[in-house]
């Protein structure tokens, strides 16, 4: 349990004269639209429309926020389009108890939708620049079950193994085997796989047995940069 900033809420509130929150009819038309295209978990959902993706993004970006679409972030980097950011979060099957390991912070707003999904979110970025960043708007939101680090994601973060579920936000050739082994027997991995226009979404369980794969979707998402 963590609250948005209500003096910000009602400070924006005032300054549209009492009018509704920025971004409500874009945020509405936004859910309408992911649910139209399949997303029906409620808790996603909801999470969806509690953390402001206005703030994710570049002041000049800000009327883009809503839209269905990825957007640039610095560094060459991009904030995922909200459809995909859905659609790996509610693939987790959160129950709102799990460690969830997430390699590529970017923006922080894949880690913010998951800290209203789960207990902790443990977030590795390798570029500093972006993790000041998205350390800096998660403090603002009052976002507090988010830990962050600067450094390789490939190696995963194996003091804090292992975790229930690992979501990658970038895109390697195949999974390490580094953060294979730091998923909990019976977690969950959803992860970007593959290279330039042949990635797929996949999800990946873990079982006494082994791992068991199956492709969600193609996709395009940044290359996971191994040092």
Excluded at 48 to 62: D, G, K, N, S, T
Excluded at 81 to 101: D, F, K, N
Excluded at 116 to 124: A, D, G, K, M, T
Excluded at 209 to 227: H, I, M, N, S, W
């Amino acid at each position: 349990g963590h609250v948005l900033a209500p003096s910000r809420a009602r400070h924006s509130c005032k300054e549209a004269g009492g009018r509704m929150q920025p971004f409500q009819n874009e945020k509405a038309q936004l859910i309408m639209t992911l649910r139209g295209m399949g997303i029906v978990d409620a808790d996603v959902l909801s999470a969806i429309e509690q953390v402001p993706r206005e703030m994710f993004v570049a002041r000049a970006l800000q009327a883009h926020a809503y839209e269905n679409a990825s957007l640039p972030i610095a560094m060459d980097q991009t904030i995922s389009q909200p459809y995909i950011v859905a659609m790996m979060s509610a693939a987790l099957q959160l129950t709102g108890r799990e460690r969830v390991l997430e390699i590529g912070t970017g923006s922080g707003y894949q880690a913010a939708i998951l800290s209203f999904l789960c207990r902790r979110v443990y977030s590795i970025e390798r570029l500093r620049p972006l993790l000041v960043d998205a350390d800096n708007r998660l403090r603002e939101i009052r976002v507090t079950n988010v830990t962050t680090r600067l450094g390789d994601g490939a190696g995963g973060w194996p003091e804090a193994a292992p975790f229930d579920r690992i979501i990658l936000t970038c895109a390697p050739p195949v999974i390490p085997d580094m953060l294979l082994n730091q998923l909990k027997i019976g977690g969950i991995m959803v992860a970007p796989v593959g290279r330039d226009r042949n990635q797929q979404l996949v999800t990946i369980r873990r079982s006494e047995a082994g791992f068991e794969e199956a492709t969600l979707l193609p996709v395009k998402f940044v290359p996971l940069v191994e040092d």
